[in-house]
């Protein structure tokens, strides 16, 4: 059976991260401009990750790099993150490593003492059914739509925007035992 696991990036992983972003399969479902990523502008988002102190972590399948997950924006008051997730190995698509990766961020997060985060919250072009999926699998809930909010190929999509609070996720790790 595959194993899924998330860990710090490494700078090796920068190049990973390069292809991915500018594979037109990939950026399509992303709000980066397809074809501008260079090694130096994955890098400076990987610097300014740490000096945010988002939670950035590669996605490996069996060892190998298919993907990142981060956790970031986070609000000192109302105690909220943001989540994304990018499987950036597209033969990797559809076969749930991303369910498992979210499950995997979500359990680290809202199990440490060391980060004081209530709610996280994900913004999806809503035509990407895989990953709003991927999410729902996980706890997060449907909370709202926003019209013609993210640019797709030669028009505007809506984007969902789902949310999962500690509460909801301590409910569905009892409910799990």
């Known amino acids: 059976m595959p194993t899924i696991a998330l860990r710090e990036v490494k700078f090796d992983d920068?190049?990973?991260?390069?292809?991915?972003?500018?594979d037109p399969k990939v950026a399509e479902y992303t709000s980066h401009v397809w074809g501008d990523?260079?090694?130096?502008?994955?890098?400076?988002?990987?610097?300014?990750?740490?000096?945010?102190?988002?939670?950035?972590?590669?996605?490996?399948?069996?060892?190998?790099?298919?993907?990142?997950?981060?956790?970031?924006?986070?609000?000192?008051?109302?105690?909220?993150?943001?989540?994304?997730?990018?499987?950036?190995?597209?033969?990797?698509?559809?076969?749930?490593?991303?369910?498992?990766a979210i499950r995997q961020m979500v359990d680290?997060?809202?199990s440490s003492d060391e980060i004081d985060?209530?709610?996280?919250?994900?913004?999806?072009?809503?035509?990407?059914?895989g990953s709003v999926k991927a999410f729902e699998r996980n706890g997060f809930e449907k909370e709202g739509y926003e019209v013609d909010e993210l640019r797709y190929k030669d028009h505007y999509e809506p984007a969902v925007r789902l949310g999962l609070n500690r509460r909801g996720w301590n409910y569905r790790k009892e409910m799990h035992r």
């Open 37 to 100: 990523t260079t090694f130096y502008t994955e890098l400076e988002y990987v610097r300014n990750c740490v000096d945010n102190d988002d939670i950035l972590r590669i996605i490996t399948l069996d060892g190998k790099p298919i993907g990142n997950i981060c956790v970031s924006d986070k609000h000192p008051l109302h105690k909220t993150a943001h989540i994304s997730i990018m499987i950036g190995d597209t033969v990797e698509w559809g076969k749930g490593y991303a369910t498992e």
């Open 14 to 22: 920068i190049s990973y991260m390069v292809k991915w972003m500018n």
């Open 108 to 110: 680290f997060v809202f």
């Open 117 to 129: 985060i209530n709610k996280m919250k994900a913004g999806i072009m809503a035509i990407n059914h």
